[in-house]
């Protein structure tokens, strides 16, 4: 099979969101992982609902599949990156992040997109885990509700130094949530080194709702253009294809935003150059 390659706009984020859709459409992908921010699709703009079905009706014209993903640094907070999180000890800040989650589901909504990413966030100095793990768990429930009510998965992304940050930790909580499903950043396996990647893709198969791919070193949580890290970029795109993976394997370069005009093309043209 042919697997489907998108691109994250986090790694194309001094570009104007259509130019960056451009770009992508023009580089070969078959979708893009549309960051939602406050330059690329404000969730909390006034007219956010006629600026998804413009970019849904954009989408549609340049044949573009999408994920939703939801981790944008100073959307909610322009002085604390990431937060408010699910974790959070004020827990009207942990709503404001549950909103934000169910906004991004009706945005994916509206997009037709195949899954919204999201993650847990870093505790607190002095919250203790089975706190933050109570916080997270009712934070989780509420997404979970919109999402089934919208029709769009809900994925989980395991992230180094957070709460949930390897893939073992996200199999407890989906114990306790079978609705939730996986989103995996192979690279993670890397710095957290509890799994290699491509057994994870193996192992979670049935759980995985979207997969981020790039290059990254052992032990160090920095995304990398392919050919300057230590994955085995050959081994993650077989195991996806022998688990017979359809949905949008997604290049996240989150550094690379500089040079998103040259980058965007040189990640497709690498991972086709595997393939042939």
């Not at 827990?91 to 989650?101: N, S, T």
């Not at 992230?159 to 390897?166: A, R, V």
């Not at 939730?180 to 893709?201: F, K, N």
């Amino acid at each position: 099979m042919t697997l489907r390659y998108a691109y994250n706009t986090n790694g194309a984020a001094n570009h104007r969101l259509d130019d960056a859709l451009h770009l992508i459409a023009d580089a070969g992908y078959d979708g893009v992982a549309l960051t939602l921010d406050h330059h690329h699709l404000d969730p909390f703009a006034d007219d956010w609902e006629r600026e998804a079905d413009r970019v849904a009706t954009l989408l549609d014209r340049l044949g573009l599949a999408s994920v939703i993903e939801t981790g944008a640094r100073y959307l909610l907070d322009p002085r604390e990156k990431h937060e408010p999180t699910l974790i959070n000890p004020d827990g009207e800040a942990r709503a404001r992040r549950v909103a934000f989650l169910c906004r991004a589901l009706d945005v994916a909504r509206r997009l037709g997109s195949e899954t919204i990413s999201f993650w847990a966030g870093v505790p607190r100095p002095g919250v203790d885990r089975a706190t933050a793990l109570r916080w997270l768990n009712e934070g989780l429930a509420r997404v979970l509700d919109h999402a089934e009510a919208c029709g769009v998965d809900a994925s989980f992304e395991p992230e180094p130094g957070m709460l949930i940050e390897t893939v073992a930790d996200y199999a407890a909580l989906a114990r306790r949530h079978p609705r939730l499903r996986l989103a995996l950043d192979t690279g993670h396996c890397l710095v957290t080194q509890d799994i290699d990647p491509a057994e994870a893709i193996r192992a979670y198969a049935a759980r995985i709702g979207t997969v981020a791919v790039e290059d990254m070193r052992r032990g160090d949580h920095t995304h990398l253009p392919f050919g300057q890290g230590d994955m085995d970029v050959p081994a993650v795109l077989a195991a996806l294809n022998a688990i017979g993976f359809s949905r949008l394997v997604c290049v996240e370069l989150s550094r690379e935003s500089p040079r998103a005009h040259a980058a965007i093309p040189e990640a497709i043209a690498y991972l086709r150059g595997i393939a042939a």
